[in-house]
């Protein structure tokens, strides 16, 4: 008998959750009783506690958590603030259905832009518009009219609106992020800020030109000085279009903000070629850009493909880079470090790795290369580097992880795909010289090709023809022309012994077009 009884006693007997419940409050009581170290006031206040009312305070806390509406906590501070992803377009669905396996690549139907896949995509800058908010002041009548929009936001590194630029520059407009915003010519670089001094006074009036209602109809003095480069490069340099891009506003006396925050609502603004400019903040929230590699190979786009092999093509090269990145050691370990300094992720080493590969996405483009424009894809992913370091280390060991310690492609069944870091000399480059984007090439630019478009356009940054006579320095037309002419390869204009400016022989050779060897706007400054 004493045998079975304690069998019966070692024996799994069922559990009922009201009766673990009940030992659990139990245990809890104990241990508190048994601790000792508590306060008299403390130990009043728990003998106050009833049996029933602390096994229903628990009851209701084990509840909660485990409700199915219960939100999952936040791991990172991307979490915090999401974004919900646009609608697709009415005819979105009927597109895909019947076009989509004939029909080339349409980016209005990828399903990535509006399906919140990848993670974050939609929350992405580069693809986003200007004129996203319909609250903003707009300027009352009498300023030259530019084109209104709205357009596809560009996004620019924060640091690079101060790159190649001189150090006591740098430093000042650092020291007064608050009043500056920065201005960037459509198709500016070392050539146009030989002009640097005329161009600021253009670009000054106009901005001076607006008048706001809550500034009593009253005009804002803007500002606007030119870049002082470190190395001043100019006609005849090897890239016309490398930085300093950026002209600096002065918006001081925009007490109110008003005009700031209609510049940086509209950004782009096009009223004819000589005054075709953008605006951009000095500090974003997220200031680096969201490219972090170009793939380029034969198998990408190739003619006749339609909008579901690329879609397809994208899925399988996306994917087996995914798993090639997963069983890095070495990618994985800086992911974790990065994820937790940076944005704050206190989830596991898989935790933190699927929350960054699931914002990566490769993005149709055109890239330069040595032997022409080849179609490629850009690998896109949220930032989590802090530092332009952090970055470069980031993209070397993304390239390891894919292509192997001394590699630099991998393939996708039989499908060699070559993996590019454009920063290094000489590498393809997937970047604008119009409005400094780096996500499409100049020929691909979106903004010429919006309705009503009137400022500079890549057939301007391309032509041969010479320079036309300068009719002034004020001249705004005439100005951009003997820029346009420079960039274009042809010759500065020569001051004659009346003082007038003589024309140089012209040169009709190869200039720089947005797809040719033209270089890459501040890489190699």
């Not at 170290?37 to 229903?56: D, I």
């Not at 979105?92 to 896949?117: C, G, I, M």
């Not at 459509?186 to 030109?209: C, D, F, P, W």
């Not at 400016?501 to 033209?518: D, E, H, M, V």
Request: with cysteine.
């Amino acid at each position: 008998m004493a045998d079975r009884s304690s069998e019966a006693q070692k024996a799994p007997q069922p559990t009922n959750p009201a009766d673990t419940l009940s030992q659990q409050v139990d245990m809890d009581l104990e241990r508190d009783s048994d601790a000792g170290t508590e306060s008299t006031g403390e130990a009043v206040k728990r003998q106050k506690t009833s049996h029933e009312g602390y096994t229903v305070s628990r009851t209701q806390q084990s509840l909660r958590d485990h409700s199915p509406l219960r939100k999952p906590p936040t791991q990172c501070k991307w979490d915090r603030v999401k974004v919900p992803p646009p609608n697709p377009p009415p005819e979105y669905h009927e597109w895909v259905e019947k076009y989509a396996s004939t029909q080339p690549y349409n980016r209005e139907f990828d399903k990535a832009r509006y399906l919140a896949v990848p993670a974050y995509r939609h929350e992405n800058p580069h693809f986003q518009l200007t004129n996203a908010r319909p609250s903003v002041e707009l300027p009352l009548p009498g300023y030259d009219a530019f084109t209104p929009g709205p357009f596809p936001f560009v996004k620019i590194a924060d640091w690079r609106h101060t790159g190649n630029i001189k150090r006591e520059q740098r430093e000042m407009i650092e020291a007064n992020v608050d009043n500056f915003v920065m201005l960037v010519p459509h198709g500016g670089g070392r050539v146009m800020n030989t002009r640097g001094t005329q161009l600021a006074k253009i670009y000054g009036e106009y901005l001076s030109s607006f008048s706001f209602e809550s500034y009593d109809s009253e005009n804002v003095n803007a500002k606007v000085f030119p870049p002082d480069p470190r190395n001043a490069g100019g006609p005849g340099s090897r890239n016309p279009f490398a930085q300093p891009w950026s002209f600096t506003v002065d918006l001081s006396e925009d007490y109110g903000d008003v005009l700031r925050t209609f510049l940086l609502n509209q950004q782009h603004f096009a009223v004819d070629p000589a005054r075709s400019f953008s605006i951009h903040p000095l500090q974003t929230p997220e200031p680096d850009s969201w490219k972090l590699v170009l793939l380029i190979s034969p198998y990408i786009n190739t003619p006749g493909s339609s909008h579901n092999d690329v879609l397809m093509q994208r899925a399988a090269i996306l994917d087996t880079a995914k798993v090639r990145l997963g069983k890095s050691s070495e990618f994985c370990g800086l992911i974790g470090k990065l994820a937790a300094n940076n944005i704050g992720h206190t989830g596991s080493r898989e935790q933190m790795l699927h929350t960054v590969l699931a914002t990566y996405h490769l993005e149709l483009a055109t890239a330069d290369t040595k032997e022409g424009p080849k179609n490629a894809f850009v690998l896109l992913g949220r930032p989590i580097t802090s530092t332009r370091g952090e970055l470069i280390q980031l993209r070397e060991t993304l390239i390891r992880a894919v292509c192997g310690v001394s590699g630099d492609h991998f393939y996708v069944g039989a499908h060699k795909i070559c993996v590019y870091d454009e920063t290094l000399p000489g590498a393809p480059a997937v970047d604008c010289k119009l409005c400094k984007a780096d996500t499409h090439s100049t020929e691909d630019c979106p903004l010429p090709s919006t309705r009503g478009w009137k400022g500079m356009t890549p057939a301007d940054l391309r032509l041969q023809d010479e320079a036309v006579e300068s009719r002034g320095q004020d001249d705004p037309r005439a100005l951009m022309s003997d820029l346009l002419g420079l960039m274009r390869g042809g010759a500065p204009p020569k001051e004659s012994a009346r003082g007038g400016k003589q024309r140089g022989g012209g040169n009709r050779g190869p200039g720089p077009s947005g797809r040719g060897s033209g270089g890459r706007g501040g890489k190699r400054g």
